[in-house]
């Protein structure tokens, strides 16, 4: 998977002898890859939004039969030959390439190091280089030892070109000094503000007819932004893949714009103005559709909502003038006492048995104590004899 993008980039540097040109042919490759993809995602998208009226009006339709609407919707996907999911898979294999490239250009100066030590050692002792050991140079990864890029870097501490090193990432620069660092900023700065150009060619055809609000826009604008800051941390090789990668997506988004914005009936426009119908829709049905989420927003908020206009029914003059009959004496409820857990170190009482309940010991004790006592002082003092 690494291999044939590393030996691709090799065959680059065996005719041009420049690593930032191979790096340029590479990035231009991927991009005549990805270019279609892009280009069916960007249809795929226009094309389900087109059809948003008529979604909007099966929802508005079919919002309380959930299963209806789905079948409904299949059936208008394939009668306009649309597939819901032709906007989202061609940008998910884009993915695998950018993870592909980041670890091709990063083997270029990858250095064993930690575990991976003893296993370099190995290597420079098999080609008996011996002295490398103390300080071993670059072995780069997923290239064949005989191509000509992987001789150019095998056991080299930098990978100049034009001026750069493109094995240092700016933070590692601005660490040695700032003067050294500044070109590698400046790198990383220059991309920033291609990936803001970038963005305001994307902003600028959704402000003819937003479908996003401006916040968004906003976020969308400036996120790219953001990621470049953290290129600082990254290697320059990587900086430059990405610099010309953005000059050919900048290219592609001028042409997207040409080919599907470039007058009233192409596609970009009537999918534009299918949304502001969409919207026209869900402002006069706001009870309605929104899709499944909102769907089940309704139903956990309590279902269906009751009729504003339907008031609760008077009770009729025959029921007002009819009085409720006394000549009976009403039935008596029987009450029940709830059940009532004893307290503790007293007997139950038994059910059959009748009177008193029999005291505990405590109470026995304490009543004899009682009737002694009450017992003594009845009894009448004996008179004293007189001496």
């Known amino acids: 998977m690494f291999e044939i993008p590393?030996?691709?980039?090799?065959?680059?540097?065996?005719?041009?002898?420049?690593?930032?040109?191979?790096?340029?042919?590479?990035?231009?490759?991927?991009?005549?890859?990805?270019?279609?993809?892009?280009?069916?995602?960007?249809?795929?998208?226009?094309?389900?939004?087109?059809?948003?009226?008529?979604?909007?009006?099966?929802?508005?339709?079919?919002?309380?039969?959930?299963?209806?609407?789905?079948?409904?919707?299949?059936?208008?996907?394939?009668?306009?030959?649309?597939?819901?999911?032709?906007?989202?898979?061609p940008l998910l294999a884009q993915a695998p390439v950018f993870y592909i490239m980041f670890r091709v250009l990063r083997g270029l100066a990858y250095r064993p190091t930690g575990a991976a030590r003893p296993i370099s050692d190995a290597v420079w002792g098999a080609f008996e280089r011996p002295d490398e050991v103390a300080d071993p140079g670059f072995i780069p990864r997923y290239l064949s030892i005989d191509s000509e890029l992987y001789q150019s870097v095998f056991g080299r501490q930098s990978i100049g070109s034009w001026g750069l090193d493109l094995s240092l990432s700016?933070?590692?620069?601005?660490?040695?000094?700032?003067?050294?660092g500044l070109p590698y900023?400046?790198?990383?700065?220059?991309?920033?503000?291609?990936?803001?150009?970038?963005?305001?060619?994307?902003?600028?055809?959704?402000?003819?007819s937003p479908t996003m609000s401006v916040g968004q826009q906003k976020l969308m604008q400036y996120l790219p932004v953001f990621f470049a800051v953290f290129q600082i941390f990254f290697l320059s090789a990587l900086v430059v893949y990405y610099i010309f990668q953005t000059l050919f997506r900048i290219a592609q988004q001028a042409y997207i714009t040409r080919a599907f914005y470039g007058h009233d009936e192409s596609l970009g426009r009537q999918a534009q103005r299918a949304g502001e119908a969409a919207r026209e829709e869900a402002k006069n049905n706001p009870d309605g559709?929104?899709?499944?989420?909102?769907?089940?927003?309704?139903?956990?908020?309590?279902?269906?909502?009751?009729?504003?206009?339907?008031?609760?029914?008077?009770?009729?003059?025959?029921?007002?003038?009819?009085?409720?009959?006394?000549?009976?004496?009403?039935p008596k409820r029987e009450v029940t006492s709830k059940r009532v857990t004893p307290p503790k170190n007293r007997p139950t009482p038994s059910a059959g048995a009748k009177g008193r309940p029999t005291p505990s010991r405590q109470e026995a004790q304490a009543n004899k104590a009682k009737a002694t006592k009450s017992a003594k002082s009845a009894r009448p003092k004996s008179p004293k004899k007189r001496t």
């Open 6 to 89: 590393a030996a691709l980039l090799s065959w680059f540097y065996g005719f041009t002898n420049s690593y930032t040109i191979a790096i340029a042919l590479i990035a231009a490759v991927v991009m005549a890859i990805t270019t279609p993809l892009t280009l069916k995602s960007t249809k795929g998208m226009l094309e389900m939004q087109k059809l948003a009226p008529e979604m909007r009006k099966l929802q508005n339709e079919y919002r309380n039969d959930r299963q209806t609407l789905n079948e409904e919707m299949m059936k208008l996907y394939q009668e306009h030959k649309v597939n819901p999911m032709a906007s989202c898979l």
């Open 170 to 180: 700016a933070a590692e620069a601005v660490a040695d000094s700032f003067m050294t």
């Open 185 to 208: 900023v400046l790198l990383v700065t220059l991309l920033g503000g291609m990936y803001f150009f970038q963005q305001r060619m994307v902003a600028a055809r959704a402000s003819i």
């Open 289 to 330: 559709g929104g899709g499944l989420f909102a769907q089940a927003k309704r139903e956990l908020s309590g279902g269906a909502k009751p009729d504003a206009k339907s008031k609760p029914s008077k009770p009729s003059k025959s029921d007002a003038n009819s009085k409720p009959d006394t000549s009976k004496p009403a």
